[in-house]
């Protein structure tokens, strides 16, 4: 069955830096949009960054310019390389493959606090 399998969440501080990776176990990675959802708690599920099977990126406003998604198809490894964290940025990261009905890993928490 496909995995996706998140890790390198952490606690940061604020103004702080983490990479995050998804390891994905799924035949044709190349093909698929990859892109890094978050879920604080008490709100809803959101798209920050994605990175499609032409290798376009797209980041919502919030973290434009501080987060950078990327992707190694020969290790089907996508990364989200975090900068300049801020508490806003608390929640769940969850790696998803092929839009919000494709497929989904479990997540990774990011807590960024002083």
């Known amino acids: 069955q496909v995995q996706l399998v998140e890790s390198g969440g952490g606690l940061v501080q604020p103004g702080g830096s983490l990479t995050l990776s998804c390891a994905a176990s799924?035949?044709?990675?190349?093909?698929?949009?990859v892109a890094w959802y978050r879920q604080a708690s008490g709100k809803q599920r959101e798209s920050v960054a994605e990175?499609?099977?032409?290798?376009?990126?797209n980041y919502s406003n919030s973290v434009k310019g501080r987060f950078t998604i990327s992707r190694d198809n020969a290790k089907n490894t996508v990364y989200l390389q975090m900068n300049n964290l801020q508490p806003d940025d608390t929640a769940a990261y969850l790696c998803?493959?092929?839009?919000?009905?494709?497929?989904w890993g479990r997540g990774t928490q990011v807590t960024v606090s002083s």
């Open positions: 990175v499609t099977n032409k290798n376009i990126t």
């Open positions: 998803n493959a092929g839009g919000p009905l494709g497929y």
């Open positions: 799924i035949q044709f990675f190349k093909n698929y949009n």
